[in-house]
């Protein structure tokens, strides 16, 4: 599927994404024409964001962010887009907002 293709509240995971790091932003993005629905789709992010969030030193370094991003800062961004995957999984399709395009 296309990021085109996703409601409302799913494309939001992705500009949560942006808030905590660009580089997230993308990786949100491009994973999303590897499935076929969006409930595939946002229990993948999902995943990858609790990996994220197991070990943030990691995933900083990865990208060698680590010596410019507060961890504090990145750890409380993570769990504010884990919350809102959650949410939006939980949140019925029809209910998610029509994409805006």
């Given at each position: 599927?296309?990021?085109?293709?996703?409601?409302?509240?799913?494309?939001?995971?992705?500009?949560?994404?942006?808030?905590?790091?660009?580089?997230?932003?993308?990786?949100?993005?491009?994973?999303?024409?590897?499935?076929?629905?969006?409930?595939?789709?946002?229990?993948?992010?999902?995943?990858?964001?609790?990996?994220?969030d197991?070990?943030?030193?990691?995933?900083?370094?990865?990208?060698?962010?680590?010596?410019?991003?507060?961890?504090?800062?990145?750890?409380?961004?993570?769990?504010?887009?884990?919350?809102?995957?959650?949410?939006?999984?939980?949140?019925?399709i029809?209910?998610?907002?029509?994409?805006?395009?």
């Amino acid at each position: 599927m296309d990021t085109d293709d996703l409601t409302h509240m799913a494309y939001e995971c992705i500009q949560y994404g942006n808030d905590v790091v660009d580089f997230l932003k993308a990786e949100l993005g491009a994973i999303c024409r590897e499935f076929k629905t969006e409930d595939e789709y946002l229990k993948a992010i999902l995943n990858r964001v609790k990996e994220i969030d197991e070990d943030p030193e990691d995933y900083l370094d990865a990208w060698n962010l680590i010596e410019q991003i507060d961890v504090k800062d990145f750890k409380r961004k993570i769990k504010k887009l884990e919350k809102h995957i959650e949410k939006t999984i939980k949140t019925p399709i029809e209910k998610r907002g029509a994409t805006s395009w």
